[in-house]
């Protein structure tokens, strides 16, 4: 059974920063690419980043230069450094990962992250 368990999100003021992390129990983490969704209010969710075994990363356009996101593979967790931040970085961030080789998606439970003066 996998699990994914985030944590580091809060409140923090517009320019802030936050990383989150998030570790994956139940299976080998070598077979999944991580990566971080968010949800704003009234939204859908949307990509953040991606981030391969190999490292090569992958960014929604809004976020890039900005966040990044990394994976300590001996440690199973992948984290999102959020610099930056803006109101509309505002959501509920999602801990995803998907086996690279069957295409099953596991998610995280959800973190708030919520960016205000």
């Known amino acids: 059974q996998v699990q994914l368990v985030e944590s580091g999100g809060g409140l923090v003021q517009p320019g802030g920063s936050l990383t989150l992390s998030c570790t994956l129990s139940g299976n080998i983490f070598s077979t999944y690419i991580m990566g971080w969704y968010r949800q704003p209010p009234g939204n859908q969710r949307e990509l953040v980043a991606t981030i391969a075994f190999t490292k090569a990363t992958n960014y929604a356009d809004s976020v890039t230069g900005r966040f990044t996101i990394s994976r300590d593979n001996s440690k199973k967790t992948v984290f999102l450094e959020m610099n930056s931040l803006q109101l509309d970085d505002t959501a509920v961030y999602y801990c995803?990962?998907?086996?690279?080789?069957?295409?099953?998606?596991?998610w995280g439970q959800g973190t708030q992250v919520t960016v205000s003066t």
């Open positions: 995803h990962a998907r086996n690279r080789y069957t295409g099953v998606q596991h």
